[in-house]
């Protein structure tokens, strides 16, 4: 029986039948360490490198980009742990309100000292035919305001991100040019109530791209403070 010549059997392979072996065995390097010292393979710009130093780089590199992700996660957790908190001191403040009037003078001040807000605008529709301008510092016109928001009002869809001019003259008047962005909130039962917006000097800090569960849970609590206000007006003489 003749010996079997390696460097024949060598030259017949070709670097596809290598390849398409290793591929077919990827297990092939498990017990054979070793000779993955000695491989080596082109990587710019460092020039050739062992496959295991690769693997290693490669490795690092995925545990920097996991590291990054956890630290982002972390710090979405911290901050809705501080909106969680933020929301329910705000929602004790509003069950301590004994009028309707102290219900919106608390949300404004809450908004305004506890969620960094730079203006509040909490506006309530008055009654069809009713005088929008003798009854209350924050009746609006129920009209103009679906002129400028209907789609909004229409849908009960908060909305953040930056509004026109006349849109944010309604809803801040002397205020509207140092407005940047706005989160927006229809307030609602099975009819529209009213409107609260949020305005920041800062054209980030309400973007399109943000969630809005706070804000509709923020629209939620005020909305049924009011509305308790309004059903017991014994409570305001009290």
């Known amino acids: 029986m003749s010996a079997t010549n390696p460097k024949a059997i060598i030259d017949t392979l070709t670097a596809e039948a290598v390849a398409e072996y290793l591929r077919r065995h990827p297990e092939f390097f ?7 010292d000695t491989m080596e393979i ?8 062992s496959l295991v130093r690769r693997q290693i780089s490669g490795l690092r590199q995925r545990n920097q980009e996991l590291e990054k992700k956890l630290l982002d996660l972390v710090a979405i957790a911290r901050e809705n742990e501080k909106l969680a908190t933020q929301l329910h001191e705000f929602s004790l403040s509003l069950i301590e309100a004994d009028t309707l009037d102290d219900v919106l003078a608390v949300s404004r001040n809450q908004l305004i000292e506890a969620f960094k807000t730079d203006f509040v605008k909490i506006g309530l529709f008055t009654a069809e035919g009713g005088d929008e301008s003798a009854d209350s510092v924050h009746a609006i016109s129920r009209a103009e305001a679906e002129t400028l928001f209907g789609s909004l009002i229409r849908a009960k869809r908060d909305f953040c991100g930056s509004m026109a001019d006349e849109q944010n003259a309604f809803l801040f008047g002397e205020h509207a040019e140092a407005v940047q962005s706005v989160a927006f909130v229809p307030l609602h039962t099975t009819e529209p109530l009213g ?6 000097r800062d054209i980030a800090r309400f973007h399109q791209g943000m969630g809005t569960v706070f804000l509709k849970q923020l629209g939620e609590l005020v909305t049924r403070a009011i509305v308790h206000r309004q059903r017991h007006p014994a409570n305001d003489a009290a």
């Open 30 to 36: 498990l017990d054979r360490a070793a000779l993955l």
């Open 42 to 49: 082109p990587h710019a710009p460092e020039g050739a490198v």
């Open 195 to 200: 409107i609260l917006a949020l305005g920041s």
